[in-house]
């Protein structure tokens, strides 16, 4: 059993930076892909980057950086240059996708942080 809790969201002005966290409990934590997943008002939750293997939407590729921490069982997004469609709140989750870019396909979510861009 897995438990995730996003942190650092907030709200930044556009060409901004922030960090968010995802603190991972549970034994297996090596075995899992982690991603991370966002959701804007009215609109469908969408994949943002993945680890283990690391893969990218191209909406974020060459601003956002995942990685992770095994000592701290903790997997980050840097998130730069933020853009105000950026906003959203992002979900960290956990598991072992047969596609990774699939929400569905992931058994364990966090709660969610909220990120918002000003223009």
């Known amino acids: 059993q897995v438990q995730l809790v996003e942190s650092g969201g907030g709200l930044v002005q556009a060409g901004g930076s922030l960090r968010l966290s995802c603190a991972v409990s549970?034994?297996?934590?090596?075995?899992?892909?982690t991603g991370w997943f966002r959701q804007a008002p009215g609109k469908e939750r969408e994949f943002v980057a993945a680890i283990n293997p690391t893969n990218y939407a191209d909406s974020v590729r060459g601003r956002f950086t995942i990685s992770g921490d095994n000592v701290k069982n903790t997997v980050y997004l840097q998130m730069n240059s933020l853009k105000p469609e950026d906003t959203a709140i992002y979900y960290c989750?956990?598991?072992?996708?047969?596609?990774?870019?699939?929400?569905?396909?992931?058994?364990?979510w966090g709660q969610g942080t909220q990120v918002t861009v000003s223009s």
């Open positions: 989750a956990a598991g072992l996708p047969n596609n990774l870019r699939r929400d569905d396909d992931y058994g364990y």
């Open positions: 549970g034994r297996s934590f090596s075995r899992y892909v």
